[in-house]
T-cell receptor, first 111, second 113 residues
Framework: DGGITQSPKYLFRKEGQNVTLSCEQN?????MYWYRQDPGQGLRLIYY???????QKGDIAEGYSVSREKKESFPLTVTSAQKNPTAFYLC??????????FGPGTRLLVL | KNQVEQSPQSLIILEGKNCTLQ??????????LRWYKQDTGRGPVSLTI?????NTKSNGRYTATLDADTKQSSLHITASQLSDSASYIC????????????FGTGTRLKVLA
C-alpha cells in the first residue's frame, strides 16, 4: 500500500446521494489516479491528474467528479448520476508516467 | 487498439508446485511492463518491472520474462505457497505522451494445501 491511504474502507450510498472517497499520498508524486474494479474485469480509469489544479477524464468518468487542490489529495465524488456505483475503487499515484503505487481501496455499496 | 490479455483466467495448483502465468499485449511502443499481485479486497502490489529492452526480472520466487518480438510476458512462480493465492495483473505502461496504463483482467491463482 506504500504511502497512499484511502478512506473509508467500506462506504454505503443511498439512492440519490453523493458520496466522497478520500485518497491521500505522502510520496510526493505529481500524478494521481482513480480506478474502478468490478468482479472479473480489469481496472478502468475514471479520472487522473498530472499536477495540482489539473485533471482529465478517463474512460468511465460519467457520474464521477474529482478535485486536485493539493498535491497530496485527490478525492473522488460519486454522484447520484452514477447509476451503478457498486464496485471496488482504487486510488494510485506515480512520479510520472511510470511506476504506479496503489492504495488499499474503498468498497462502495448501495443500500 | 492497445490491449493486454492474460491467461489462464484462473488456476488451481497444489502447494509447492510451480506455475506460469501468461500476458500478451498489443501496446507499442511502451516504456515498461509490470506484474502486480492483488490479494482479495486489497490494492495491487508491484512484483516486477521490466523495460522493453529487458528479458527477465526476478523477485524472490517470482520471475518475469519479456519477449518484445512476440509481445509476450510470463510470470513464473516457483515452489508456490498458500500466500500466493491472489490475482496477478499484467500492466503495460502508457504509450508515450499519455498517462493511461493498459491493464490486463488478471489471473486468479488458488494454491491448495
Amino acid at each position: 500500500d506504500g504511502g497512499i491511504t484511502q478512506s473509508p474502507k467500506y462506504l454505503f450510498r443511498k439512492e440519490g446521494q453523493n458520496v466522497t472517497l478520500s485518497c491521500e499520498q505522502n510520496l510526493n508524486h505529481d500524478a494521481m489516479y482513480w480506478y474502478r474494479q468490478d468482479p472479473g474485469q480489469g481496472l478502468r480509469l475514471i479520472y487522473y491528474s498530472q499536477i495540482v489544479n489539473d485533471f482529465q477524464k478517463g474512460d468511465i468518468a460519467e457520474g464521477y467528479s474529482v478535485s486536485r487542490e493539493k498535491k497530496e489529495s485527490f478525492p473522488l465524488t460519486v454522484t447520484s448520476a452514477q447509476k451503478n456505483p457498486t464496485a471496488f475503487y482504487l486510488c494510485a499515484s506515480s512520479r510520472g508516467p511510470e511506476t504506479q503505487y496503489f492504495g488499499p481501496g474503498t468498497r462502495l455499496l448501495v443500500l | 487498439k492497445n490491449q493486454v490479455e492474460q491467461s489462464p483466467q484462473s488456476l488451481i495448483i497444489l502447494e509447492g508446485k510451480n506455475c506460469t502465468l501468461q500476458c500478451n499485449y498489443t501496446v507499442s511502443p511502451f516504456s515498461n511492463l509490470r506484474w502486480y499481485k492483488q490479494d482479495t479486497g486489497r490494492g495491487p502490489v508491484s512484483l516486477t518491472i521490466m523495460t522493453f529492452s529487458e528479458n527477465t526480472k526476478s523477485n524472490g520466487r517470482y520471475t518475469a520474462t519479456l519477449d518484445a518480438d512476440t509481445k509476450q510476458s510470463s510470470l513464473h512462480i516457483t515452489a508456490s505457497q498458500l500466500s500466493d493465492s491472489a490475482s496477478y495483473i499484467c500492466v503495460v505502461s502508457p504509450p508515450l505522451g499519455t498517462y493511461k496504463y493498459i491493464f490486463g483482467t488478471g489471473t486468479r491463482l488458488k494454491v491448495l494445501a
